[in-house]
């Protein structure tokens, strides 16, 4: 974070606003962004590691009190104690924060040197806020150095701390009516330059009364802002020029808050020690803590366009609405003539207004920006793109569940992702990041799918056959999603016939092509997938969710189009020993019943092929045959007689029905148990008439709702056998 | 495993509606995206290059300047498009840069713009480094260290030096918007805290990007057949190889010096097309130096990976360095540069 321009959002504050105990990077924090929208798609990656983390909690929370109780008391000859509570708060410390009632109490400890001043400097080096810190210990802390009782080091040490916690103070009235004693402080050299700081944080037009002589940078930035407020009282006479930086990025905490306030937003992160042993852990990035840059309004060359500006043209500018002030959506709404703009596009994938904002406003500039940065960022964080960058995982993941959220929020692909994933499938082994790897590819903007297909999913299909039933799963997942953001992006588009300059100025057609062939893609796939993994249930519920999906496009959607399942995933399911595959494929085969039914009824608006027809005819006859009638396959299947007769089936006709199907066997049994359950030996054939309809009944209420609107749909029951 | 088969039937289908033809007149972005698209689904590089040509260096370019960027060793760098950069305001640019870098320096302490610091930070432009008219200028950042005593004017140590450039970057330069400054490949010498701090403030400033760019040993051969092409007057260095064989605990180098005539004759054998280099002639020339290598040593180097090409012209590292000798070939070597930097930003 550069402090010029922290210094700028100061100067902004004390113009537009007269508190000062409202701070703006504070309630940048402070008010959680509600990506609601987006909270799903992190959910499943991150739960265990939050319900550990809460799990490890609640001892730790008691080990605290206790350290805090024995700091508070004071030193007891035990050194060993000593050094274990001291562990102890800075685990929970640099873990979760600390609440505002220990800080109130370690600063305390820490001021009043009763434990001496390495520990006092240990305390102050760990004392991270979780939420707030009380005005009052503040107060109360200050009152300590009037005691005199802590070292010079130590003071300086305090003052730091302060600095760098200012936004967390919950008011800053008390510690304003202090304003003397600070500036007092000023004539103590080692404190001067950190009290300044502290002073220029807190200054308001009441506090400048006196005027200082010298002429150190940090005095002169604190005189030069006295001055502005009341020029005649100042007789010193000051360069004004522009800028003043209170560099900050060394800052002790600096890297403790980061790794909170990411934990905070949901994110694991390492434990805070290693981030603390290595800071700048290779060379690769330069200056920054964290790959999304920092949100900072600040343009230079935006200014540069203001020749000569000085120092009270900066604070009065207000023809613009700073970034840092953006808090809630109706400002938004109020300011979006003259926002701001982040300096470096990247920002916004952390803040959810702003992703509004470039959602509705379509500047080519701005979308290049954040393609450029997003597409080299991504680049050069891949882990699998270079040797040597694994231990960098985590924090990819990290960074590709934050696009992934932005995504989401957005319900929009980023093109720079899609270019990513030409370059980095390819070399992708399938496990690196995979949750995330395959939530980008379902987010890929609707194309056409002919010409993405030799870039992406002909790699993504060499991984698939040659990977584990889990990932072809995983697959099958991410392409039903994909298949849905097409199609809730296509039907959108068709109503609100978009004025956007995109590809979806084509025709209906055309885009249906492209939806259908990621279909036959899908189907192709899962022919051949339930071949190699010989129709295991597990893969089979994986394929069907994506047909229940492809099925309703019609109804659903409101999109022209029925795409029905190739021969080789439909056979299998219908002969599967699983009720439930059974069950969805009765529930999907009602809704192709359904979707066509309402195509045949308009017709004229769109005309379907009528071999679709065909192919829904012929599979709705296989399987009244197999479920109902007891005649299977009666056309276009020869099975040699020998064969069947090899393995005893040879009146296998009549072993396919409601009862005598595989899947079924299991309920017709428990049905026939619970008519006489002292039965040995239970009569299938039974099973006929009113007993057949009774039979129906027990199995729509065993929860086969999906065969219930099947049989109803598709079968007249008169023809009870 | 069944043959994937494109599907036929769709609803109203229209043989013309093809999704493609919206990308034409399509915005910068989709632009971007199709090239990237071209890029991937073909060999990334074309199977020939021109050989540079003696100097193409405008009428009105300052020698002294030249002088510079020649017999340094330069780190490159990749650098997507620069926001709303402008020329004119140099002047404004080295003052803030100079804060920045001292702000920077002093951790924790206040500094101000225009203050009075040790350093100096000067921007120029590198007047007819470019190959079309339609390239932006070059320019050059120098960081000096001023002289202690206020009485002496004279110039300062300098410290580091950055420049960046574009050379025939036309394939960029059509995807983006006016807004944009395109100068994709940037050099840089000196401490790499600096390069660091210096690459930073670009980035907060106009919102680019830098990446490392390394070259890789394909690149690197295409470098020595380029190179060794061009014509010389007098050579001022040998001809020199530099593979790698990894095997622990240390790797080993093989170096493999050649007369530059020696190479220039045994590139003229291979050469059959004029003026251009295609990609058999650079693999043959390759393999010729490989069968020399392995009748005397029984080593096939081809086995190995090339890590450094030398020649008169110039000489470059797989780990992105590059130290160019001849003038007359600076725009001849940055424009192989630019495209490989341009690639890497796409």
């Known amino acids: 974070m550069s402090s010029q321009k922290k210094v700028n959002s100061w100067a902004r504050k004390r113009t ?76 929970v410390a640099w873990k979760n924060g600390l609440a505002p009632e220990g800080i109130d109490i370690l600063l305390s400890v820490a001021l009043s040197g009763k434990f001496g001043s390495a520990v006092s400097t240990r305390i102050f080096k760990c004392m991270i806020p979780a939420t707030l810190i009380s005005e009052d210990s503040v107060v109360k802390a200050v009152s300590w150095l009037c005691a005199g009782k802590c070292s010079g080091s130590t003071k300086v040490l305090f003052y730091r701390w302060l600095v760098a916690m200012f936004d967390f103070i919950d008011h800053k009235e008390q510690i304003n009516l202090l304003y003397g004693f600070f500036f007092a402080s000023l004539q103590d050299d080692a404190l001067c330059p950190y009290v300044c700081h502290l002073l220029y944080l807190l200054t308001k037009k009441e506090n400048v009364l006196v005027l200082f002589q010298g002429m150190q940078p940090h005095l002169q930035a604190l005189l030069s802002l006295y001055k502005f407020f009341v020029p005649t009282l100042i007789s010193v006479s000051l360069p004004m020029k522009k800028k003043i930086y209170f560099k900050n990025s060394e800052n002790l905490w600096q890297t403790a808050l ?66 840092e002030q953006l808090k809630s959506f109706p400002q938004l709404l109020q300011n979006i003539h003259c926002l701001e703009l982040p300096s470096q596009m990247g920002a916004v994938l952390n803040s959810s207004l702003l992703l509004h904002y470039i959602n509705c406003v379509r500047d080519e500039s701005l979308l290049l920006r954040l393609y450029h940065w997003l597409s080299q960022t991504l680049q050069e964080e891949c882990i699998w793109y270079k040797v040597n960058n694994y231990d960098h995982g985590k924090e990819f993941a990290n960074f590709l569940d934050t696009i992934l959220r932005a995504e989401c929020f957005l319900q929009e692909g980023f093109y720079s992702c899609e270019a990513f994933l030409y370059k980095s499938l390819p070399l992708w082994d399938g496990l690196c990041c995979r949750s995330q790897f395959l939530q980008l590819v379902s987010w890929i903007p609707f194309s056409s799918f002919s010409e993405v297909k030799p870039l992406l999913f002909d790699h993504l299909s060499r991984l698939f056959f040659t990977s584990s039933i889990f990932f072809k799963c995983s697959v099958l997942q991410c392409l039903k999603e994909l298949l849905q953001n097409w199609l809730l992006w296509l039907s959108m588009d068709v109503h609100v016939k978009s004025v ?222 | 495993m069944d043959s994937y088969d494109a ?148 110039e300062g140590k300098v410290l580091w030096t950055g420049w960046f450039c574009c050379v025939f970057g036309d394939s960029l330069l059509e995807t983006v918007s006016e807004d944009f400054t395109c100068l994709p490949l940037f050099l840089a010498n000196g401490a790499e805290t600096n390069t660091a701090i210096i690459g930073t403030w670009f980035q907060k400033t106009f919102d680019c990007y830098f990446r490392p760019l390394a070259i890789s040993s394909f690149n690197l051969s295409w470098m020595a057949a380029m190179w060794t092409a061009c014509k010389m007057d007098h050579y001022m260095a040998t001809t020199e190889f530099l593979w790698s064989v990894p095997c622990s605990p240390h790797s080993l180098d093989i170096s493999y010096a050649i007369h530059p005539e020696d190479a220039k004759a045994l590139w003229d054998n291979v050469h059959k097309t004029p003026g251009e280099v295609t990609q058999e002639e650079v693999d043959l020339f390759m393999d010729c130096l490989y069968s020399h290598f392995h009748r005397h040593f029984k080593i096939h180097l081809s086995a190995t990976r090339l890590v450094r090409v030398s020649t008169s012209v110039a000489s470059a590292h797989t780990d992105g360095k590059i130290k160019i000798l001849c003038p007359k070939y600076l725009i001849g070597v940055l424009a192989y540069l630019t495209e490989l930097a341009v690639f890497q930003i796409e």
């Open chain 1, 500 to 721: 956007r300059n995109s590809p979806l100025e084509t025709t209906l057609g055309g885009s249906m092509n492209s939806v259908s062939e990621l279909i036959h893609y899908v189907g192709w796939l899962s022919t051949t997938a339930v071949r190699l993994e010989s129709n295991r249930t597990f893969l089979l519920h994986f394929i069907l969710d994506f047909y229940e999906k492809v099925c309703d496009i019609y109804i659903n959607y409101n999109l022209p189009l029925v795409v029905l399942f190739p021969p080789g995933v439909f056979y299998p399911v219908l002969l599967s020993l699983d009720s439930s595959i059974l069950n969805q494929l009765c529930y999907i085969m009602d809704r192709y019943h359904k979707n066509l039914t309402a195509a045949k009824k308009n017709e004229i608006e769109f005309s379907f092929s009528s071999k679709t027809y065909q192919e829904f005819n012929q599979y709705l006859t296989a399987m009244v045959g197999c479920l109902w009638t007891s005649k299977p396959f009666q056309k276009g299947l020869y099975i040699d007689p020998e064969v069947l007769g090899n393995a005893s089936v040879a009146e296998y006709k009549k072993s396919l029905n409601l009862v005598h199907h595989p899947a079924f066997l299991s309920y017709t049994v428990s049905f026939l148990l619970q008519e006489c359950p002292e039965e040995r030996k239970v009569n299938m054939s039974s099973i006929r008439g009113k007993k057949w309809n009774w039979y129906l009944d027990y199995l729509f209420s065993e929860g086969l709702h999906g065969l219930k609107h099947f049989i109803r749909s598709s079968i007249h029951r008169s023809s009870v056998p």
């Open chain 1, 16 to 91: 537009s606003q007269d508190s000062s105990s409202y701070q703006t990077r504070l309630s940048a924090w402070r008010v959680k962004e509600d990506l609601n929208d987006s909270k799903s798609i992190s959910e499943c990656g991150q739960n265990n590691t939050v319900e550990d983390c809460e799990g490890a909690d609640g001892q730790t929370e008691n080990a605290l009190q206790i350290a805090l109780r024995y700091f508070e008391k004071g030193p007891i000859k035990t050194s060993q104690n000593k050094e274990k509570h001291l562990k102890t708060v800075e685990n």
């Open chain 2, 7 to 154: 599907p036929e039937l769709t609803p109203r289908q229209d043989a013309s509606s093809r999704l493609k033809d919206f990308f034409i007149g399509a915005t910068p972005l989709q632009k971007r995206l199709e090239s990237v698209r071209k890029q991937t689904s073909f060999i990334p590089t074309p199977p020939r290059r021109k050989i540079p040509q003696g100097s193409q260096l405008q009428e009105d370019v300052d020698p002294q300047k030249f002088a510079v960027l020649l017999h340094k060793q330069w780190t490159l760098y990749s650098l997507t498009p620069l926001y709303k950069f402008s020329y004119t305001d140099f002047k404004e640019y080295s003052k803030l840069l100079t804060a920045f870098i001292a702000a920077e320096k002093k951790k924790g302490l206040a500094v101000e713009v225009g203050d009075d610091f040790n350093i100096k930070v000067i921007f120029s432009t590198l007047m007819g480094v470019k190959g079309t008219e339609r390239d932006p200028e070059a320019f050059l950042v120098q960081i000096l260290s001023k002289s202690q005593l206020p009485s002496e004017h004279k």
């Open chain 1, 258 to 323: 980061l790794a909170l306030r990411s934990r905070n937003q949901g994110f694991p992160s390492e434990p805070l020690k290693l981030m603390l042993a290595n800071v700048y852990p290779i060379k690769r990035k330069w200056n920054s803590h964290s790959i999304i840059p920092v949100l900072n309004s600040c343009n230079y060359s935006k200014e540069s366009r203001k020749k000569r500006m000085n120092l009270s043209d900066y604070f009065s500018s207000n023809g613009s609405f700073p970034l």
